[in-house]
């Protein structure tokens, strides 16, 4: 069997990756053979006759392969160009295959005839290639040297048009078209010439030169529904009217511009056509004509006038897409409308015309439609199919779909109905004509740049069938039919596919349907014939097949396909086919007769079938039966009409096999028989019970647990398993399940049977799910007179049952008041019971002397209390029994009601069953101690000393840490407490010592190495001995346990017990503690007490490696690794000559080769060059900055002071008078915030402001400026009043003076206490003089200069740069008003 039979559930998308290109076959469409035309030379040799003769009919011809076949494939291969050369979208590449989801939309097939005679006539009669293509009833064929050659629907040549003279004058043939009726043809050439010719004769009619103007190829030519009018297209970009008119049997035409070129060249015309054979429409009449330029599209009237409907702008589309144009005519608002289909580049608009008078027309945009390719053709299929081509040469069909409402609003199917490839089409590009080059080339860049991509010639479209003009050959596209979509599944055994795309045919969901005609019953009566019709050859096919396997295999092979045609079959509702001709069909082949049956079980499963015939009915239940699909039996039984089955029969098997869901159903629903299997159960139930057993076998459990549901669904009116008990049933079986249940006796009684047995039964089945069935009936029933009588008769039974009957347990007992208390308990309550019986049960279940049961009547009690029953209780004389019974549970709900706290811990207390707080949760017990008891938590602990593992969690949970570096909570006597948990730490968990020791605090240092030291927890001991400050002594601990790990380490090579990885990770551990002490107390020790510490521990390093032979080769390597570390380590500490020294003196290194003490010897030399490295750049570093301060310093020094004005601050006197001499002088005093003064008044000021008496002013070495650091408020006021005074006398202008008050600056004022911290700041801030440190600074560079003779350039040790006290000083910038 082929793989595409073996998997049936093949999708759509896959079924055509297979296909090829096939050729039409003349035979099956019968063509006649190509030999049979005339010869074309004779044909073409033929003079041309001038007779002219009126427009005559033609005979009516069928569109072409209109019978549709299966000679179509969807692949075509690489595309050329006649003019364009070789493009980026005609380039070579392989074959895409497409897998179009709803089949074959459209077949491909090609003109076997046509394509010959073709070529035939470009090879042998030097007709040139083919460049235009028009289709009507006929298809017409223009050349590159002038000719059309004529061919009917059956590919003969007709005729053929024009001759090579007058193709070597007009030149190529650029458009063509076809009248209505087939009765006309207009042809326009390259070099702009118009002929008319009749179709019916083959003679020329007119001969138009002067319609355009010259030196422009005809790029389109349309006949308009009025024969006597047409519109051609130049390359100009204009287009023009051609009207024909005919006087006195003269043939004339005169043209008429209606769109020029100067405005924008339009590159697309095309006119509303009506249908073929139609009668017009309600346009007709206004010549509607839709033009595409570059920029927008037009649609204009041309009669009665000239009249523009609609201009839409395209939007920015690439300059290189091409203009396209399509009409169509659909069914709107009741009306045949057209609708226009336009695009340039990859988004498609749709305008629907709206006619409702011929002077009335408007346009409606509908919803655009955007590609992600751009398109070079655009043809309506139908009137829902577009087809559209991209510029890579594949075809899309696309499906427009109406919105429900039938407005004109549509919505676009973005999903591509099928995608055929056509670059082996070879495309016909009219390139050429675009860029005018047989009459120069003189077009605009823009029109020739659209012309690269143009085949408007090449493609053309008649009635649902599109046409493709290639180099060798034509190409025709049909649009297949429903059945022909399905047909071709089939043929190539895609059944799968073909009944899915079937069945969307019927729900109307299919895309592109054509030839499904009628109403919505007619079409689904249609498929449904076509959908059995299928089934049918399917299933008979597969049986065929598969007849000479065994059963199971055979069975296999058929099960997909009779599960698809049970399926389909429902569906339909065609259940007849599938018990009539399907059951016949599989009738003989035990395989195929098994999946149908399999298949019928499948479908009554999913509820999709509920009758079956009984033939059908009882071999699916033996089938189940055999293969033990006991459960899939019982469940098609629930699904199932159960009445035309054979009842004892299955109840038979359904009792054999337990299936006791099914016997309900089949005595409910079958025989309207309630009480029969509930009494066969109860039956089977009381028989099971053994004696000395509470509970019954377990294959009998299941059934009783079922009665239990079935009881509780019929007393509150539903049926079991499934559904409602039918209405007029529903009173009538609860009262017959409940008499059945309180009957005094059963129908087959013997003289020892107890009163009551099937609630006993039941009871003692299960006593607490039959109470809570019993107790769904007590919902809701206060209406019910006949439901409140049985509820109280139940409950009558049941105490004289359970109570004064026996034989029920505690629990049991108590159960059963646990129920009555909740209804007593209800608001609507109406039953009675007596109070003493709640009395009794009270005291069986606290009966102080009987010790069995314990837990079980004190659980049965609170149950009971707690559903209410202690309302029919005192609650002290509850209390007294239930402390007597030791009944706790119950004493502390009662003392919770009242209130009494104190007495439930009390209680809680007393209760030997429960667990100790510590033991239940140690955390939440610390918590409570330490909240609450915190004064008696040494008692808590001595109560805990019998336990220690207790007595140590709770402890580790009273010194939890309370979180990230908080340390632990503050509790009372906290050295004790840690003192006795540090005790059973030590001994219980070493490891743990440690970090306690490192969290906790509250521990006496002494006590807590003496009790470390005793446990030998020597890790403990040395961090304690280390926070002593006896780091020495610390080391020496630490040691030990380094000497004994390397010890166990070396040991453990070839051990069992101890693996050498972990006591590796034990050494390296310990290392890292003994490196860590020595390195944190190098920095207090002096350098003998440094070499004493690490000096022994790489003596015990390298000791362990003296001892170790060769065959410790591994342990070696590893000691000498942690070697290494040790000396990283100390080499910041030890000198390193005194480390070279040391390991070259130890016999594990001095006797061996270099090789094994170079790493160490390198690693030293790598911590020496990074020290030295950091020393350098360090110097560097300070030099820089050393540098770039002395420099901010000495600029600071060389800039010039600024005085703020001419004139001293205290005088007001100009410090230059004109008329004082020369010699008479004075000295003047300036700072650096601006302010000058003459130094005689500046002395005078600071003595009258208690300055220094007598100190002169050159010998201040620090002068502050006297208005600026005034001491004094007051003084400052004052200072001002007198600076204003003086300021009067000033010797300056009236505009100085403006000027000076638009510059005036805020002075800043301080006081003492400022003024004394800027003079420290100015003391600390000095540092050795300039000089001193220039001079170092040269002298450093001189030696930098200079070769080093060491490692390091020397320096004087006297410099100031190696001064200890030496500073880098910065001067701080000065105040800045």
Not at 169 to 188: F, P
Not at 1320 to 1338: D, K, M, Q, T, Y
Request: charged letters at 20%.
């Amino acid at each position: 069997m082929s793989s595409e039979e073996s998997s049936p559930h093949r999708s759509i998308d896959n079924m055509l990756v297979g296909d090829e290109i096939e050729e039409l076959d003349d035979k099956e469409f019968e063509l006649p053979p190509v030999e049979t035309p005339p010869t074309l030379e004779s044909i073409l040799n033929e003079v041309d006759e001038e007779e002219e003769e009126g427009f005559g009919g033609h005979a009516e011809f069928g569109p072409f392969l209109g019978d549709g076949s299966d000679s179509a494939s969807l692949d075509t291969a690489s595309l050329a160009s006649t003019d364009s050369g070789e493009r980026s979208h005609s380039r070579s590449r392989r074959v895409e295959k497409s897998s179009p989801p709803h089949g074959v939309v459209l077949r491909h097939a090609v003109l076997k005839g046509i394509s010959a005679q073709l070529v035939s006539a470009a090879e042998k009669a030097d007709a040139g290639n083919p460049t235009a293509m028009t289709v009507s009833e006929v298809i017409a064929v223009g050349t590159a040297h002038g000719l059309v050659l004529v061919f009917d629907p059956q590919q003969i040549l007709k005729m053929s048009l024009g001759s090579l003279s007058t193709g070597a004058q007009y030149g190529s043939v650029s458009a063509l078209s076809i009248n209505n009726n087939c009765s006309r043809l207009l042809v326009g050439h390259a070099h702009g010439q118009i002929t008319m010719w009749d179709l019916l004769n083959g003679k020329l009619l007119r001969l138009i030169i002067d319609a355009h103007p010259p030196g422009n190829a005809i790029l389109h030519i349309k006949f308009t529904d009025d024969p006597t009018i047409a519109v051609c297209n130049d390359s100009g970009g204009s287009v023009f009217e051609l009207n024909f008119r005919r006087v006195l049997g003269v043939r004339t035409c005169e043209s008429r511009c209606i769109f020029s070129g100067a405005k924008g060249e339009a590159c697309c015309i095309e006119p509303v056509r009506s249908p073929p054979h139609s009668s017009g429409h309600a346009t007709s009449p206004c010549l509607l004509l839709a033009l595409a330029s570059l920029t927008k599209v037009l649609v204009v009237t041309l009669k009665p006038a000239l009249r523009v409907l609609l201009s839409v702008s395209y939007g920015k589309p690439s300059p290189a897409s091409v203009p396209l144009l399509a009409w169509q005519m659909v069914c709107a608002r009741g009306r045949v409308e057209p609708l226009l289909a336009f695009c340039r580049g990859h988004i498609v608009h749709f305008f629907l015309a709206d006619c409702s008078s011929p002077d009335e027309i408007s346009f409606g945009k509908l919803r655009e439609l955007s590609l992600p390719y751009d398109l070079i053709g655009l043809q309506w299929v139908t009137s829902r199919v577009l087809a559209v081509l991209d510029c890579h040469e594949r075809l899309h069909v696309i499906e427009r779909v109406l919105s429900r409402d039938g407005g004109t609003e549509g919505v676009m199917c973005m999903e591509d109905l099928q995608m055929l490839d056509l670059e082996r089409v070879a495309l016909v590009y009219n390139s050429s004509h675009f860029k005018s080059l047989a009459t120069g080339g003189n077009v605009s860049q823009a029109l020739a740049l659209v012309g690269e991509r143009a085949c408007y010639q090449s493609i053309c479209n008649y009635s649902i069938q599109i046409f493709f003009l290639g180099l060798k050959a034509v190409h025709i596209l049909s649009l297949t039919t429903w059945k022909e979509r399905i047909d071709l599944l089939v043929h190539r055994e895609h059944w799968q596919c073909a009944l899915e795309l079937a069945w969307t045919f019927y729900q109307g969901t299919a895309r592109a349907v054509y030839g499904l005609s009628g109403n919505s019953e007619k079409r689904k009566a249609m498929v449904t014939d076509c959908m059995i019709e299928l089934l049918l050859q399917y299933v008979a096919d597969t049986v065929k097949k598969n007849e000479h396997l065994k059963a199971q295999p055979a069975e296999k092979a058929c099960q997909d396909v009779m599960t698809m045609a049970v399926d389909y079959l429902i569906l339909l509702g065609r259940q007849d086919v599938l018990f009539g001709t399907v059951w016949e069909l599989v009738s003989g082949n035990s395989g195929a007769r098994a999946s149908l049956l399999s298949a019928l079980g499948t479908a009554v499963l999913a509820g999709r079938m509920r009758t079956l015939p009984p033939p059908a009915a009882r071999e699916l239940l033996s089938m189940l039966r055999q293969r033990g699909m006991l459960a899939n039996l019982e469940a098609c039984l629930l699904r199932m009409d159960v009445t035309a089955l054979d009842m004892q029969q299955v109840l038979d098997i359904c009792w054999t096999h337990g299936l006791y869901d099914a016997i309900f159903y089949v005595n409910n629903t079958g025989m309207n028989d309630y009480i029969s299997p509930m009494l066969d159960i109860l039956k089977m139930l009381q028989n099971s019970f053994v004696p000395g057993q509470q509970q019954p076998p377990d294959d009998k459990v299941l059934a009783g647990n079922k009665l239990l549901v079935y009881i509780s669904c019929c007393l509150v009116g539903r049926a079991y398993p499934v559904g409602d008990i039918p209405a007029n049933l529903v009173a009538t079986v609860k009262k017959q399940v409940f008499e059945c249940l309180v009957s005094l006796h059963s129908d087959d009684t013997t003289a020892d049977e107890d009163m009551y047995p099937h609630v006993r039964t039941l009871l003692r089945f299960d006593t607490r799910e039959f109470l809570n069935v019993l107790a769904l009936t007590f919902v809701d029933v206060t209406d019910d007179r006949q439901a409140l009588e049985f509820q109280q008769r139940i409950v009558d039974v049941l105490l004289k049952v359970m109570v004064e009957g026996g034989g029920f347990s505690p629990s049991q007992v108590g159960s059963l008041f646990t129920f009555l208390a909740r209804q007593l308990a209800r608001p609507d309550n109406t039953l009675f019971v007596n109070r003493q019986l709640f009395e009794q049960v009270l005291e069986f279940l606290c009966t102080p002397g009987d010790n069995s049961r314990h837990a079980e009547r004190q659980q049965a009690l609170l149950e009971l209390l707690q559903a209410g029953g202690t309302s029919h209780f005192e609650e002290e004389y509850l209390l007294g029994l239930a402390e007597k019974a030791q009944f706790y549970h119950v004493c502390e709900f009662i003392l919770e009601r009242k209130e009494q706290y104190g007495s439930i811990v009390l209680c809680y207390l007393r209760d030997h069953a429960r667990q100790n707080l510590a033991e239940i949760n140690a955390r939440k017990t610390s918590d409570l101690v330490v909240d609450h008891f915190g004064a008696e938590i040494l008692q808590v602990l001595d109560s805990l000393q019998s336990s220690p593992q207790l007595l140590l969690h709770f402890l580790e949970s009273l010194l939890e840490p309370l979180g990230s570096g908080q340390g632990v909570r503050n509790i009372g006597e906290g050295p004790v407490v840690a003192k006795t948990y540090l005790e059973l730490l030590s001994n219980e968990r070493p490891t743990a010592v440690l970090p306690f020791l490192k969290s906790c605090d509250m521990y006496y240092l002494e006590e807590a190495i003496q009790i470390v030291e005793c446990c030998s927890v020597l890790d403990a001991v040395s961090y304690l001995l280390e926070k002593k400050g006896d780091a020495k002594g610390a080391f020496t601990v630490i040691l030990k346990v380094l000497k004994r790990d390397l010890k166990t380490y070396v040991n453990a090579q070839g051990s069992v017990e101890d693996s050498p990885g972990q006591s590796l990770i034990n050494v390296e551990s310990t290392l890292k503690d003994v490196v860590g002490l020595c390195q944190r107390n190098s920095g207090k020790l002096e350098e003998r007490e440094r070499e004493g510490m690490w000096f022994p521990l790489l003596e015990v390093m390298l000791a362990q490696q003296r001892k170790l032979g060769p065959e410790y080769s591994a342990q070696v390597e590893e000691l000498k690794r942690l070697t290494r570390e040790v000396i990283n380590s100390m080499a910041g500490f030890i000198a390193i000559p005194s480390i070279l020294l040391r390991l070259l003196q130890d016999p594990a290194y001095s006797t061996s080769k270099f090789g094994e003490v170079k790493d160490l010897m390198l690693t030293m030399l790598e911590t020496f060059n990074y020290e030295k490295t950091l020393l350098s750049t360090t110097t560097d570093l300070i030099r820089h900055d050393l540098h770039w301060a002395l420099s901010q310093l000495r600029g600071t020094a060389a800039r010039g002071l600024h005085p703020r004005g001419e004139a001293c601050c205290l005088c007001g006197q100009a410090f230059r008078h004109r008329h004082r001499p020369t010699g008479d002088r004075k000295l003047i005093v300036f700072g650096r915030c601006g302010h000058g003064y003459h130094a005689d008044c500046l002395a005078g000021a600071m003595r009258a402001g208690s300055c220094t008496p007598g100190a002169h002013l050159t010998s201040i070495p620090s002068m502050n400026c006297y208005l600026c650091h005034a001491s004094q408020a007051g003084s400052q006021r004052k200072s001002d009043t007198h600076l204003s005074q003086h300021s009067k006398l000033d010797v300056g202008t009236k505009d100085k003076r403006q000027e000076k008050q638009r510059k005036k600056v805020v002075e800043v004022t301080m006081d003492q206490q400022q003024v004394q911290a800027l003079e420290a700041l100015h003391n600390v801030s000095s540092g050795p003089s300039r000089i001193a440190v220039l001079a170092e600074l040269a002298r450093s560079r001189e030696q930098d200069s200079t070769p080093a003779r060491g490692a390091h350039g020397t320096s004087d040790p006297n410099s100031v740069l190696f001064n200890k006290s030496f500073q880098l000083r910065l001067v701080p910038p000065p105040l800045r008003d």
